[in-house]
């Protein structure tokens, strides 16, 4: 198959999401003095965060809460399971993280020299991502990626997330591009994949942890670089 336009998702996908996040609260919770709450210690608090958070994304995703919701919930959630009740401390540490998480430069590896060789053989390059605009575009600018994509899309410019067909057809629409020139890569099963596939979009599904689960798609990675072999 030829493609002309690729489509990558940003967080977990290209921005490595895991390790900003993890730098970024681990020097708030010292800042903040977390352990002083009676939180025993970040070893403990972050793992359980990563679950909360990652629930709140996924009813986020599906429409049953708002972005106001999710922020104001995932640290606050996250305190009360170690019986801190602390709503001001919980919102002080959510507006810090805001703040100075989209800084972070680590990158999924081998993202840059990917980026840079597919640039060269000639591909358009897009972003469709379901993070928040205002977070997202300081991503882009830190990461030193940017300038390799022609559409940067964020979910609340549009006003639904991935998987809603509304977005795919969107950023179609914006990057000028044709469903059967284009091939979609991220790491979230249903919100990039099925998305794209739901579209008569290609896919490439980014795996790294290898994942199990029983859907088709039009290919599968476990490392970015892979995609070179795919786009020869």
Not at 138 to 152: C, N, P, Q, R, T
Request: net charge negative.
């Amino acid at each position: 198959m030829s493609y002309n336009h690729l489509f990558f998702d940003w967080d977990h996908t290209l921005w490595d999401f895991e390790k900003n996040s993890e730098h970024s609260l681990r020097n708030l919770f010292k800042d903040l003095d977390l352990a002083g709450l009676g939180i025993p210690s970040f070893e403990e608090f972050y793992p359980l965060y990563l679950v909360i958070n990652e629930q709140k994304w996924e009813m986020y995703r599906k429409g049953q809460i708002d972005k106001a919701t999710l922020r104001a919930s995932r640290f606050r959630e996250t305190f009360a399971h170690f019986g801190v009740i602390e709503d001001e401390v919980a919102w002080a540490l959510e507006q810090r993280y805001i703040a100075e998480t989209p800084y972070g430069n680590h990158l999924i590896e081998g993202t840059e020299e990917t980026l840079n060789e597919l640039a060269r053989r000639g591909y358009m390059m897009h972003i469709i991502t379901n993070g928040f605009t205002e977070s997202q575009t300081i991503k882009f600018a830190e990461s030193g990626l940017k300038h390799h994509f022609d559409v940067l899309l964020c979910s609340d410019e549009v006003g639904v997330n991935k998987p809603d067909p509304k977005i795919f057809r969107s950023a179609l629409t914006r990057a000028g591009a044709q469903r059967k020139e284009s091939l979609m890569i991220g790491d979230n099963l249903i919100a990039d994949c099925v998305g794209a596939r739901n579209q008569g979009i290609d896919q490439v599904f980014f795996n790294p942890k290898s994942v199990r689960h029983t859907e088709n798609f039009t290919y599968e990675i476990m490392r970015i670089p892979e995609l070179l072999d795919i786009l020869k």
